[in-house]
């Protein structure tokens, strides 16, 4: 699938999932819409969810004429509550505890393997705990990992970016033998 409604059905997912979040699309004037559960905002984040929702299973040209006809032609940034940390993963601050979140397209059972490879290192096992938020309409799930214990915050980017980039391994896999299965269906 293209990476343009891809990256906006991520952002959508982490957005929706993420309390107080924001996602930034582009309109195809160049000016930025805001969408999320806030009333001021220009698009309600759960109405956009349903959209790009809805879209999900057509192919590339009915999303591209879908995202002209909202009136959206990219994805712009997250923010809000979420703080970047860079490439997808964000800082979250939940009462007083820091959180990192990032949105995948792997299951939660996918990302369950993941994690299990991952234990083996201590260093990422004794610091954090991860909550999985699976959206199924999307096909996204929400990853949110925090610290095991308060005392472990300070180190928490190193085994949230481990986890993060295990994760985007498995995507790149994922879609290396989709497409491989698909290149031969097609001979």
Same mark, same amino acid.
């Given at each position: 699938?293209?990476?343009?409604?891809?990256? !906006?059905?991520?952002g959508?997912?982490?957005?929706?999932?993420? &309390?107080?979040? %924001?996602?930034?699309?582009f309109n195809?004037?160049?000016?930025?819409?805001?969408a @999320?559960?806030?009333?001021?905002?220009?698009l309600d984040?759960?109405?956009?969810?349903m959209?790009?929702a809805?879209?999900?299973?057509?192919? +590339?040209?009915?999303?591209?004429? +879908?995202?002209?006809t909202?009136?959206? @032609?990219?994805v712009? *940034?997250v923010? =809000? @509550?979420?703080?970047?940390?860079?490439? =997808? !993963?964000?800082?979250? +601050?939940?009462?007083?505890?820091?959180?990192? +979140?990032?949105?995948?397209?792997?299951?939660?059972a996918?990302?369950?393997?993941?994690?299990?490879?991952?234990e083996?290192?201590?260093? %990422?096992?004794?610091?954090?705990?991860?909550t999985l938020? &699976?959206?199924?309409?999307?096909?996204?799930? *929400?990853?949110?990992?925090?610290?095991?214990?308060?005392? !472990?915050?300070?180190?928490?980017?190193?085994p949230?970016?481990?986890?993060y980039?295990a994760?985007?391994?498995?995507?790149?896999?994922?879609?290396?033998?989709n497409?491989?299965?698909?290149?031969?269906?097609?001979n």
């Open positions: 699938m293209n990476n343009g409604f891809e990256n !906006l059905r991520l959508v997912g982490l957005a929706h999932m993420a &309390p107080g979040a %924001v996602i930034r699309v195809c004037d160049g000016s930025e819409l805001v @999320s559960a806030c009333p001021a905002a220009d984040i759960c109405e956009l969810r959209m790009v809805a879209g999900r299973g057509s192919c +590339w040209s009915a999303l591209e004429s +879908w995202m002209e909202t009136g959206i @032609s990219g712009g *940034t923010g =809000g @509550s979420l703080q970047d940390c860079g490439n =997808g !993963l964000y800082r979250y +601050w939940n009462e007083g505890r820091e959180q990192r +979140w990032f949105a995948t397209t792997l299951s939660p996918e990302i369950v393997e993941v994690l299990d490879r991952i083996a290192d201590e260093s %990422v096992n004794e610091v954090m705990d991860v938020k &699976p959206d199924f309409a999307l096909h996204v799930t *929400t990853v949110c990992i925090q610290a095991a214990d308060r005392e !472990l915050d300070a180190r928490l980017t190193d949230a970016m481990s986890v980039g994760c985007l391994a498995e995507e790149l896999t994922k879609s290396t033998l497409d491989q299965h698909d290149s031969k269906e097609s």
